[in-house]
């Protein structure tokens, strides 16, 4: 999110994204998304993925969530029952390290702003 909205021109002054990801993150993760039809779901950001894997009675409505820093791999053992031929289409990349290292401080922060998407996380691993 940040990588991408930091120089997409979502924020040309910098106010929203900052400098840096740790910057970003220990700012609380501000955004510029507003979408009315999410907002009138109750759904104020993107960054909260329990609104987007839940229902409205906060049921998790599914049974697996696959890992980006893999998503070949688990992309692979999800549809392993269903078909063979699984190769994901590579439209984009890059050849850049990951943003940030994983830092505890950064880690701690997303723990607590995001507890229920790290239970869902946990609870479907």
Request: charged letters at 20%; a negative charge.
């Amino acid at each position: 999110w940040w990588k991408y909205h930091s120089h997409a021109g979502y924020d040309p002054t910098g106010e929203i994204y900052g400098e840096s990801f740790k910057e970003w993150a220990l700012r609380g993760f501000p955004h510029h998304w507003i979408d009315e039809l999410c907002v009138d779901r109750g759904i104020d950001s993107p960054l909260r993925q329990c609104d987007f894997v839940c229902d409205e009675n906060n049921n998790v409505i599914v049974d697996k969530l696959l890992n980006f820093d893999n998503l070949q791999h688990e992309f692979t053992m999800a549809l392993s029952p269903y078909t063979r031929n699984t190769t994901l289409p590579q439209l984009n990349g890059s050849n850049h390290s990951k943003v940030a290292s994983t830092n505890t401080q950064i880690l701690d922060l997303t723990f607590n702003l995001f507890p229920t998407d790290w239970a869902i996380y946990n609870s479907l691993k």
